[in-house]
Every structure is written in C-alpha cells, then in structure tokens.
C-alpha cells in the first residue's frame, strides 16, 4: 500500500460516511474498480478502515461540540428538559445499534463482501432514499426532535444495523427512519449524526488495538495520516450536510438516490461482464 492509496480511502470515507451513500460499500466496491484487492483481503484493511471511521467519528464531535455540551449539561439542569430528552433518545438509539453491530458485523461483512452484492444493495440504499423523499412529501404534520417516541429511537437504532451490509447507508437509512417519525431533513439528519458519533468511536476504540497488534509502524503511520484526512473531509461534509437539508425541503434525497442507483448499475454490469467474459 502506498500514500496515494491512503490519501483515496480517506477522502472516500470522509465523504461516503455521512453523504447517504453507503462507505461501507464503497470500501468493498474502491478495491474492485482500482484492483486494490491485495490490500482490502489482508488482515489489517478492516482496523484500517476503523482508524478512518475514528476520524470521522472524531470530526462528528468537534462539529456537533455545542450540542453534545448541551445534551450533557442537561443531566444537571432541570430546565433544560427538551436537550435531556434528546440525550436519552440517542441513548436508547444507539443501545441496539451496539449490540447488533457487535453480533453481526463481522458475519454480514463476510456474506456481502463482493462487489456484484454491494452494487445490488447500493440500488436499494437509492431507492430507499426515494421513499423517504416520498414519505416527508406526505406527511404534512412536523415533530420537533424531542417530541419523538422512545419506541421510535429504538426503531432507527435497529434498523441501523442494515448499514453493516455493503451498499446501505447509515446515515441514508437512520434519515429515512427519522423522516418516517415525522422529523424534517434538518433533525433527522442531526439525528442520525449524532447517534452516529458514539458507534463510529466506539468501534474505534475497539478495533485500533487490533491494527496496533497486527500492522506494521508504517501501517499505524498510513493509519494516523489516513484517519486525519478523512475527519478534515468528514467535517467539511458534515458542515456542507447540515446547511443543505437545513435549506431544502422538497426531494432533497433524491440527488443521492440517483448517484447510487446508476454506481449501482454500472458496477454491477462491469461486475457481470467480468464474470462471463
């Protein structure tokens, strides 16, 4: 591997991790386009890979830095009682979003892993998200974030697990979720990065001994330079994000809807060609 590789994943992660189009698709489907497969089929690409995600985990809290001190001090200001019940939404989202994760991570990443499969469900992840467009076109009335269910935040937790399969968006289908609980594009993406700081940063902490354990000095250095520059990318994203559902009502999934159904064709067919010819 060398720096230009690591240079590519990271802006890839950076922007594929929050934009609703699936990193972890594009982690499987990178290496097939590039024939970078040497490197993604060895031991140490997946605590590579979490050494990205803690970058980008990392940027999430610095960009939401604000909210996470209001959500916390809530805790010990009765007054701040909407903030208190955001905090323990995110709470009950992300309980079994961890325990999912940590039972079928490893067994959906194995099945999944090839490309023709991560094209296939990347389809789905742009159909999905035409849905939820058509979903928050229909509904007319509007809940504030701290006027969701409990019930609803453990629903947008499970259905999290979906992105562990190569092709679903975490952030796509925690959106769809939230836009489904009557949240606007504003709250439900705020939402859905939220609850996603604690995962991402949690798999980190889990996963970087192992890259610790197994890679080289250079792999930890490609690690540290890798899991920088996919936060500085991931921060922009986030920044671009949030004013953009902030500024639009109407469709403003769709765009992402299309990018991943035509990769999702022209991957699967480049896919098929290889296969047969």
């Known amino acids: 591997m060398h720096i230009l590789q690591v240079i590519v994943y990271?802006?890839?992660?950076?922007?594929?991790?929050?934009?609703p189009i699936s990193s972890v698709g594009h982690a499987v489907i990178l290496p097939y386009l590039f024939h970078w497969t040497q490197?993604?089929?060895?031991?140490?690409f997946l605590?590579?890979?979490?050494?990205?995600h803690l970058g980008t985990g990392l940027a999430l809290l610095i960009y939401f830095w604000r909210d996470w001190l209001r959500l916390i001090a809530s805790l010990f200001i009765r007054e701040m009682r909407h903030e208190r019940k955001q905090l323990f939404l995110v709470i009950v989202a992300t309980i079994p979003a961890a325990i999912i994760g940590k039972l079928l991570q490893q067994p959906l990443e194995d099945l999944f892993s090839s490309a023709f499969s991560a094209s296939i469900f990347?389809?789905?992840?742009?159909?999905?998200?035409?849905v939820a467009d058509r979903m928050r076109r229909r509904r007319r009335a509007q809940v504030e974030l701290y006027q969701m269910k409990?019930?609803?935040?453990?629903?947008?937790?499970i259905v999290q697990a979906f992105a562990l399969v190569p092709g679903f968006s975490r952030s796509g289908i925690t959106?769809?979720?939230g836009l489904g609980s009557g949240l606007s594009y504003e709250d439900s993406a705020r939402f859905s990065f939220l609850l996603a700081t604690p995962v991402i940063l949690g798999a980190g902490v889990l996963e970087v001994p192992k890259l610790l354990h197994q890679g080289s000095a250079q792999m930890i250095h490609y690690g540290l330079i890798g899991g920088a520059v996919a936060g500085i990318v991931a921060l922009l994203s986030t920044a671009f994000l949030m004013r953009y559902f902030r500024s639009?009502?109407?469709?403003?999934?769709?765009?992402?809807?299309?990018?991943?159904i035509i990769v999702g064709i022209v991957v699967a067919l480049m896919a098929l060609f290889h296969l047969y010819f």
Request: charged share 15%.
């Open 10 to 19: 990271a802006i890839m992660q950076g922007i594929t991790e929050l934009f």
């Open 39 to 44: 490197f993604s089929e060895s031991d140490v």
């Open 47 to 52: 605590p590579f890979v979490v050494m990205l």
């Open 122 to 130: 990347l389809i789905v992840n742009g159909l999905v998200l035409f």
């Open 150 to 157: 409990y019930g609803r935040s453990f629903l947008i937790g």
């Open 175 to 177: 959106m769809t979720a």
């Open 248 to 260: 639009t009502e109407v469709k403003a999934l769709r765009p992402f809807g299309f990018y991943c």
